[in-house]
């Protein structure tokens, strides 16, 4: 690990000097991608669309994923062959790769970032950026010290009609902004139970699991329902659900909370499924001498479309089985946003229609514009935004699991009086995949 870590800080000192040379739009950016089955594979999708980026390296735990993926990169996106490797570690001893786009399971993201950062790359890294509130803390404080530029996969920060929201609330549209709703209704089945056996051939199990305890294979904490488990997942709300935390929190113009509290549980289902697969949070900041107030509201099946969120009466097509995005309440009315690409309000004690947008954008393009223009002001989703919405998840988690209401002091992101609350803000990390306490 020391000889590790040498080569990293090496690698460190030859990328700044080669990063000062990305000044224009016309330079190549070199990308790994790495964790490409699932969300992955949209990295691997949207960078094959952009000029002068080269996908040059991709990493995956599984032969059969990354066989696959790699096959894709030269017939599906007409792209060069790329370098394959199983472990991260090796892939950073490259000193080619400019940059490196994290999409593997929630656990690994902040060991993975920081890895990254000490080997001198830029780094995109999947949302949530962090398992657990030490995590949020040690990768802002590595992207601090190793002055990289990294982005959070929270892509509504990129959105036109994101943007456009937020100039319209910031301007006085609503009034005064007092409450927002952030919704998570997504249509999610049961996962039922599943055996113990030996992982698949094709995958290194031991490196999947990485900073996590090491439990027996089974095909339920394996390929996607992993966020369900609190070993490597943070359930629906820091799954879907960080998106929207992101977002309330982010045009309620707020930062960490003064209290939270938590209730829900898993109804209908008996399965393996250990996060609750319907919760409900309240958080409640203090913003210039006055209170502001954020509700998370997860379902799991069966739901209404929440000021129109879903519907198809602001769409054409038919409605949707789920219900995801935000609702933002103010003095003089109150706005919608559905998703990632559209916006609209009503105001007055009539509703009347008041603006509205349809239009989104692109997180990995931001990304790499910034990766060439090195201006991070220009970044959509800086890593110390992502990280501090991270927290409020985390912190929903933790009065959930504890069953009572966290009091908090935002100054010094800690939690009052509760040590049991406060032991969870970290974990026991399996050597030597250990998230630093220096890094």
Same mark, same amino acid.
């Not at 935390?245 to 109804?267: A, H």
């Not at 609702?327 to 609209?344: E, I, Q, R, T």
């Given at each position: 690990?020391?000889?590790?870590?040498?080569?990293?800080?090496?690698?460190?000192?030859?990328?700044?000097?080669?990063?000062?040379?990305?000044?224009?739009?016309?330079?190549?950016?070199?990308?790994?991608?790495?964790?490409?089955?699932?969300?992955?594979?949209?990295?691997?999708?949207? =960078?094959?669309?952009?000029?002068?980026?080269?996908?040059?390296?991709?990493?995956?735990?599984?032969?059969?994923?990354?066989?696959?993926?790699?096959?894709?990169?030269?017939?599906?996106?007409?792209?060069?062959?790329?370098?394959?490797?199983?472990?991260?570690?090796?892939?950073?001893?490259?000193?080619?790769?400019?940059?490196?786009?994290?999409?593997?399971?929630?656990?690994?993201?902040?060991?993975?970032?920081?890895?990254?950062?000490?080997?001198?790359?830029?780094?995109?890294?999947?949302?949530?950026?962090? #398992?657990?509130?030490?995590?949020?803390?040690?990768?802002?404080?590595?992207?601090?010290? %190793?002055?990289?530029?990294?982005?959070?996969?929270?892509?509504?920060?990129?959105? #036109?009609?994101?943007?456009?929201?937020?100039?319209?609330?910031?301007?006085?549209?609503?009034?005064?902004? =007092?409450?927002?709703?952030?919704?998570?209704?997504?249509?999610?089945?049961?996962?039922?139970?599943?055996?113990?056996?030996?992982?698949?051939?094709?995958?290194?199990?031991?490196?999947?699991?990485? !900073?996590?305890?090491?439990?027996?294979?089974?095909?339920?904490?394996?390929? =996607?329902?992993?966020?369900?488990?609190?070993?490597?997942?943070?359930?629906?709300?820091?799954?879907?659900?960080?998106?929207?935390?992101?977002?309330?929190?982010?045009?309620?113009?707020?930062?960490?909370?003064?209290?939270?509290?938590?209730?829900?549980?898993?109804? /209908?289902?008996?399965?393996?499924?250990?996060?609750?697969?319907?919760?409900?949070?309240?958080?409640?900041?203090?913003?210039?001498?006055?209170?502001? /107030? /954020?509700?998370?509201?997860?379902?799991?099946?069966?739901?209404?479309? +929440?000021?129109?969120?879903?519907?198809?009466?602001?769409?054409?097509?038919?409605?949707?089985?789920?219900?995801?995005?935000?609702?933002? %309440?103010?003095?003089?009315? %109150?706005?919608?946003?559905?998703?990632?690409?559209?916006?609209?309000?009503?105001?007055?004690?009539?509703?009347?229609?008041?603006?509205?947008?349809?239009?989104?954008?692109?997180?990995?393009?931001?990304?790499?514009?910034?990766?060439?223009?090195?201006?991070?002001? +220009?970044?959509?989703?800086?890593?110390?935004?992502?990280?501090?919405?991270?927290?409020?998840? #985390?912190?929903?988690?933790?009065?959930?699991?504890?069953?009572?209401?966290?009091?908090?002091? !935002?100054?010094?992101?800690?939690?009052?009086?509760? !040590?049991?609350?406060?032991?969870?803000?970290?974990?026991?990390?399996?050597?030597?995949?250990?998230?630093?306490?220096?890094?």
């Amino acid at each position: 690990m020391e000889r590790r870590h040498f080569l990293m800080t090496t690698a460190a000192a030859t990328a700044t000097m080669k990063a000062s040379a990305l000044a224009s739009p016309n330079d190549t950016v070199r990308v790994a991608c790495v964790g490409i089955r699932g969300q992955g594979n949209a990295h691997i999708s949207n =960078y094959a669309r952009m000029k002068n980026v080269e996908i040059v390296a991709l990493c995956d735990v599984d032969d059969e994923v990354l066989n696959r993926r790699a096959a894709e990169l030269e017939t599906k996106h007409q792209r060069p062959k790329a370098k394959l490797y199983k472990d991260i570690r090796k892939l950073l001893e490259d000193k080619e790769i400019d940059a490196v786009s994290i999409a593997t399971p929630n656990h690994w993201h902040t060991l993975q970032t920081i890895w990254s950062l000490q080997a001198g790359k830029d780094v995109y890294v999947e949302k949530p950026c962090s #398992h657990n509130v030490f995590e949020s803390k040690q990768i802002v404080a590595a992207a601090e010290k %190793y002055g990289r530029v990294v982005a959070h996969g929270t892509n509504s920060r990129s959105s #036109h009609s994101v943007l456009e929201a937020k100039r319209q609330i910031d301007a006085g549209l609503i009034g005064d902004v =007092y409450m927002t709703r952030a919704l998570i209704f997504k249509w999610r089945d049961t996962i039922g139970k599943a055996p113990e056996e030996a992982p698949p051939a094709t995958v290194d199990y031991d490196m999947w699991t990485g !900073p996590a305890p090491k439990r027996p294979f089974t095909k339920n904490r394996f390929h =996607y329902n992993w966020h369900w488990f609190w070993d490597t997942g943070n359930g629906d709300i820091g799954n879907q659900g960080i998106h929207e935390v992101d977002l309330s929190r982010w045009l309620l113009g707020v930062d960490w909370p003064t209290k939270v509290t938590s209730i829900g549980g898993k109804f /209908m289902f008996d399965d393996d499924q250990e996060t609750p697969n319907t919760i409900t949070s309240l958080l409640e900041f203090e913003k210039d001498g006055k209170k502001k /107030m /954020m509700t998370i509201d997860v379902r799991h099946w069966m739901t209404n479309h +929440e000021a129109e969120i879903g519907a198809a009466t602001k769409r054409e097509g038919k409605p949707s089985s789920n219900t995801v995005g935000n609702v933002f %309440y103010g003095s003089k009315g %109150y706005l919608a946003v559905d998703g990632y690409d559209a916006f609209w309000s009503y105001l007055g004690r009539d509703a009347q229609t008041g603006p509205e947008e349809f239009k989104g954008g692109n997180n990995w393009q931001n990304f790499i514009d910034v990766v060439r223009s090195r201006d991070k002001s +220009e970044l959509g989703a800086p890593i110390a935004e992502g990280a501090t919405s991270c927290d409020l998840m #985390h912190l929903a988690n933790i009065s959930y699991t504890l069953g009572r209401t966290l009091h908090l002091d !935002p100054k010094t992101r800690t939690v009052k009086n509760d !040590p049991e609350a406060a032991k969870m803000f970290t974990r026991n990390y399996r050597k030597p995949y250990v998230v630093p306490e220096k890094v």
